[in-house]
């Protein structure tokens, strides 16, 4: 009889966890969001190389012209003689582009602002705690459309970072209420025992377990910029130097396509987007459900 040891009988041995990846890669939403997203992405990036620039320009089909078989007329041209099909192509990065530098900022200040003032207490957190406070009480749309009417012409990368200075409030108190709890965990007695100094364990030890959250909010922030630029976009607002999908709308509506029945002008986007909102919520639900115990138990 094969001799057992101590430590086998004390703590059996267990499986190996599964990494957040292999646990993504099981979740039917976030593989479906995923795909849908990516889809679009690589759709839009190598279609947009394959059109080139040309059936961007006034004039270069006839105006009105219905969906047709031609690749530049698969969504029909605008009253201005402008490919819709090739609009699309350039809007989808331009959306992203918002949602992805908007979502960054929005996602890093807030985890910053939230680990600094959830682990250091005292004066910080009082300071960083009524910092959040305020911009949680500012009306953000009605500042947003303040601060996009004074800045006429505003570009894309100007207007993602506006939307971002909005967007960083809500995580940070989150992610502050998560290291006040995680702080009195006995790991983090131990890691100032060995020595560690204050933002070595904010850095090594609380921020990893706090990924799979801030990704979940990584991706709830990027769908608010996403809808947040459309917004001000109808509204005339928006980056008129640069295609959106808000933007498509907004031209779409400043030359009565809707009056004039060009619904191939007007309906692309708005489906689209309707799509992209879908698919990023998969995302955020497959997320959510890794950085949850409940719903992962409960899955």
């Known amino acids: 009889m094969a001799a057992v040891s101590v430590t086998e009988l004390v703590a059996p041995p267990t499986e190996e966890p599964r990494t957040v990846v292999s646990t993504l890669m099981e979740n039917r939403n976030f593989l479906i969001g995923a795909a849908i997203f990516l889809a679009l992405v690589v759709i839009a990036l190598v279609g947009g190389l394959l059109l080139g620039p040309g059936p961007l320009r006034s004039g270069a089909l006839k105006p ?4 047709g078989f031609d690749v530049a007329l698969w969504l ?6 402008q490919s819709v099909f090739a609009q699309i192509l350039q809007a989808i990065p331009g959306s992203c582009l918002v949602g992805l530098l908007a979502a960054l900022i929005g996602t890093s200040v807030g985890a910053l602002i939230g680990l600094a003032s959830g682990y250091f207490g005292g004066k910080v957190d009082a300071v960083l705690r009524v910092l959040v406070d305020v911009f949680l009480s500012v009306p953000s749309l009605l500042f947003l459309i303040l601060i996009a009417s004074l800045l006429r012409g505003v570009g894309v ?3 993602a970072i506006i939307i971002g200075l909005f967007a960083w409030a809500w995580p940070a ?8 709890t995680l702080k009195e965990r006995p790991f983090v007695s131990v890691a100032q025992l060995s020595g560690m100094s204050g933002l070595e364990i904010v850095w090594n030890e609380l921020l990893p377990l706090l990924l799979p959250w801030l990704g979940a909010n990584f991706v709830n922030a990027f769908i608010a910029a996403v809808l947040a630029e459309s917004g001000l976009s109808i509204l005339g607002l928006g980056p008129q130097r640069d295609m959106t999908l808000g933007m498509m709308i907004y031209w779409s509506l400043n030359y009565s396509a809707v009056l004039q029945n060009l619904w191939w002008w007007w309906l692309p986007p708005v489906l689209l987007l309707i799509i992209f909102f879908m ?4 995302i955020h639900i497959g997320l959510d459900e890794v950085s949850n115990p409940r719903l992962r138990q409960s899955g």
Do not use: D, E, H, M
């Open 173 to 180: 108190r989150a992610v502050r209420s998560q290291v006040l």
């Open 279 to 282: 698919a990023l919520y998969l």
């Open 64 to 67: 009105k012209l219905a969906p």
């Open 76 to 81: 029909g041209s605008t009253t201005l003689g």
């Open 157 to 159: 990368p100007l207007l």
